[in-house]
């Protein structure tokens, strides 16, 4: 019941709305900050396309003989991490957050060359994003892969 409450809660947002949310959750949940991605723009360019790919073809298009998603060729990490959905808009979802946080990666890279190091305080916080623990972010997706 609560994850048919949770997909009725997010369809009401746009497109934009959603990325913005799964990229407050790869910050706030997995830690994937902009240290963490520093460096790693090109990664982050693969990932999105992967999923692009997988909207675009559907999940059967990626299956080994076994039944086991793959990742396309251009997947820049270990098969555990391909998480496809089987939902279009939710891999685009997935991929536009990926995109965004290449974007701040290739910003942190220009950054560091112009000054000799990239400041990223405060970029997270114009996104809207606060600790995963915030009962004041709870209530936009709780419990739901948009968290």
Known sequence: MKKQTTELDVRHLTGAERIVAERARHVTVEGYDAEHDRGRARDLMNAAEAYVEVALCGP????????NYLPP??????NDEWKP????????VKAGA?????IDA????R??????????RGRHA?????????????HI???SDYA
């Open 106 to 109: 290739l910003e942190d890279t």
């Open 98 to 102: 990926l995109i965004a946080a290449a």
């Open 60 to 67: 059967d298009a990626w299956h080994d003989p076994d039944g």
């Open 73 to 78: 060729g251009g997947w820049p990490w270990s």
């Open 111 to 120: 950054q560091a060359t112009r000054v000799g190091k990239a400041d990223t």
């Open 141 to 143: 997706y709780p419990g």
């Open 85 to 92: 959905t089987g939902d279009p808009s939710r891999d685009l």
């Open 126 to 138: 114009a996104i809207g994003v606060t600790p995963a623990n915030d009962p004041a972010t709870q």
